[in-house]
């Protein structure tokens, strides 16, 4: 089923999420959801909170950018109670984007390597270091675990020149193609 994906200035973006219990019976089936609305709106990741949910998990599928990184191994997968517990390597810029927040891409500052434990939809444990364009996306999704934003990350003064876009999508001005919800 596809969700409507919550925009910018829904107050559950805000929120920190969740932890989840693993033993819920109803996640196998939001996981399927979350990687249908993912894969309708061409997304190459979808948390929790951007579905209306406050929980700590997010899906990924980085298969799109093999297309331009041909080394790229793509990656499908969800995590579930994921801790990034360190970010290291270099500091790469990046222009992301941002199913909640539509037509907005601004280069971000991240770092190249996390480690990160977490939970896969299958209920297996990983504890591991990811690099390239996976920790870019997982370091963007994990911040939306957090009550975060990309545009948090931007500079003071890029984040006045995007305040009015961001106050529009805030006030229903802005309507991409996939179902969303204020
Ligand atoms: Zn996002």
Not at 98 to 120: A, F, G, M, Q, W
């Amino acid at each position: 089923m596809i969700l409507p994906i919550v925009l910018y200035g829904n107050p559950v973006l805000r929120k920190t999420a969740a932890e989840i219990d693993l033993k819920d019976e109803s996640l196998k089936t939001f996981i399927t959801d979350m990687f249908e609305t993912m894969y309708h709106a061409e997304g190459v990741g979808l948390a929790a909170p951007q579905v209306g949910k406050s929980m700590r998990v997010f899906v990924v599928d980085s298969a799109p950018y093999k297309e331009i990184y041909p080394d790229h191994e793509p990656f499908k997968g969800a995590f579930i109670n994921p801790t990034i517990t360190d970010r290291f390597g270099e500091d790469v810029p990046f222009a992301e984007g941002c199913l909640s927040l539509p037509k907005i891409n601004e280069d971000v500052i991240r770092k190249s390597d996390i480690h990160i434990t977490y939970y896969d939809e299958k209920g297996e444990y990983h504890d591991c270091d990811i690099n390239g364009i996976l920790a870019r996306i997982i370091q963007h999704e994990y911040d939306h675990l957090e009550g975060k934003v990309f545009t948090d990350n931007l500079s003071q003064i890029k984040k006045m020149v995007l305040k009015r876009q961001l106050n529009d999508i805030a006030s229903g001005k802005v309507h991409p193609a996939y179902k969303t919800k204020k």
